[in-house]
Nanobody
Framework: QVQLVESGGGSVQAGGALRLSCAVSGYTSSTYHMGWFRQAPGKERERVALIQRDGSTNYADSVKGRFTISKDNAMNTLYLQMNSLKPEDTAMYYC????????????????WGRGTQVTVSS
């Protein structure tokens, strides 16, 4: 059974940093495309950062230069390093995975975690 479990969220002040983790079980992370997404109250869920099987990455314009997505295939874990956090980064953050790149891009992945809350105060 495929499971994704996020951790690492919390409350920080603007300018601070957090590192989110997504522990994968039930499949080998190297065989799936993965991504981080977020949803703020009253807003639609949005893509934050994506990583393909080959390690290629893609970022939303709003986080470029501040966030870094990476994965440790040996540990079967996906990461999101978030630096220079802003209040507008406040949201529930989710990781997702799928063998189909297009499903990850269009947020129709078959596998999702339950999320971890990030709150950034000004």
């Amino acid at each position: 059974q495929v499971q994704l479990v996020e951790s690492g969220g919390g409350s920080v002040q603007a300018g601070g940093a957090l590192r989110l983790s997504c522990a994968v079980s039930g499949y080998t992370s190297s065989t799936y495309h993965m991504g981080w997404f977020r949803q703020a109250p009253g807003k639609e869920r949005e893509r934050v950062a994506l990583i393909q099987r080959d390690g290629s990455t893609n970022y939303a314009d709003s986080v470029k230069g501040r966030f870094t997505i990476s994965k440790d295939n040996a540990m079967n874990t996906l990461y999101l390093q978030m630096n220079s956090l802003k209040p507008e980064d406040t949201a529930m953050y989710y990781c997702a995975a799928d063998p189909s790149w297009y499903k990850v891009v269009w947020q129709t992945s078959n596998f999702w975690g339950r999320g971890t809350q990030v709150t950034v105060s000004s």
